[in-house]
């Protein structure tokens, strides 16, 4: 979360002053994902691994079958 990495890509923040993600974990910055304390204020162990695998598993995962590789 010290990282101002994401604010120099220019990540749009939520009203937590996080990152903005959407269901998937994808930024406002496309082909950017987040998960984990640096976007949401539920802030637990339980709560990052679970958002880092549905981002994972499901968000990059599904944008990279989407991508046309040919
Ligand atoms: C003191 C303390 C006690 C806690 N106790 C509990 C508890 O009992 N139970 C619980 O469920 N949760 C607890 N938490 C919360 C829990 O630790 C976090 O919610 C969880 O670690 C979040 O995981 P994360 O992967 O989102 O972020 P992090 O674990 O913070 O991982 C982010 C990683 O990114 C790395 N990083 C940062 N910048 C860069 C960069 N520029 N380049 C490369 N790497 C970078 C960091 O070094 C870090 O390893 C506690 C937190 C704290 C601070």
New binding site residues.
Partial sequence: ???D?AHKMGCELNDFGLLKVDALGATSVSGVYA????TSPM??????VAQ?AIVAGGGITHALIKEDFV
């Fill in positions: 979360m010290r990282s990495l998960a984990g304390d640096i802030q637990s162990l339980a709560s990052a880092g």
